[in-house]
């Protein structure tokens, strides 16, 4: 049976009562649920809090998935629509990653290395986060959640050309914010 033909089956078993159909769909798209609250709200414990209440949304607003849609883009539009109306509600109030604890394998890198590694991915969750919201949605779709551009246009409701544009100035701002002396020096020959 194909994906979306179980997943759609899943749904209507879902809606007949049967919560086990609706715990395989948060089972299967749980990492991805949790993935997208992560780098949208750039905390774990947030990201937890998230993807509960994403997944008890889309629970009481199963009737509304159009089968004929995979059901991957509906969650990840529900996913979406609520991060950034948690994002809204405490505008400008960052989170820290303090409390983030990133895992090394047993045969990795020495200590500075994993130190050096460390900052780095801080340094970047930090870029993103510094990002106007609608940018950093399009950016954690594409990278993170690995989206086409044609279905981050469903999730979001915007043009491919929009997606394809905010994805264009998103890296241009990471990039920016990643090696400010490239930019002092462009700025400086200017």
Not at 33 to 52: H, I, K, P, T
Not at 140 to 151: A, K
């Amino acid at each position: 049976m194909e994906q979306q033909e179980e997943e759609t089956a899943w749904v209507e078993q879902a809606l007949a009562g049967d919560q086990q159909a609706y715990g395989r769909l948060v089972e299967r798209y749980s990492g991805a649920v949790f993935n997208l609250a992560y780098r949208m709200l750039g905390s774990a414990q947030d990201a937890e809090d998230a993807a509960q209440e994403i997944f008890l949304k889309a629970y009481l607003r199963l009737e509304s998935y159009d089968r004929q849609r995979k059901f991957s883009t509906w969650l990840l539009t529900v996913a979406s629509n609520y991060c950034i109306d948690r994002i809204r509600r405490r505008r400008f109030a960052w989170v820290t990653l303090d409390d983030v604890a990133f895992s090394l394998p047993s045969a990795g890198p020495g200590p500075e290395r994993s130190a050096l590694e460390r900052e780095q991915r801080e340094a970047v969750q930090l870029a993103i986060q510094a990002l106007p919201e609608n940018y950093r949605l399009v950016t954690v779709l594409r990278y993170w959640n690995d989206l086409s551009y044609n279905e981050i246009a469903e999730v979001t409701g915007l043009s491919e050309a929009t997606v394809k544009t905010r994805l264009h100035r998103a890296r241009k701002m990471l990039a920016e914010q990643l090696d400010p002396a490239a930019v002092a020096a462009e700025t400086s020959t200017s």
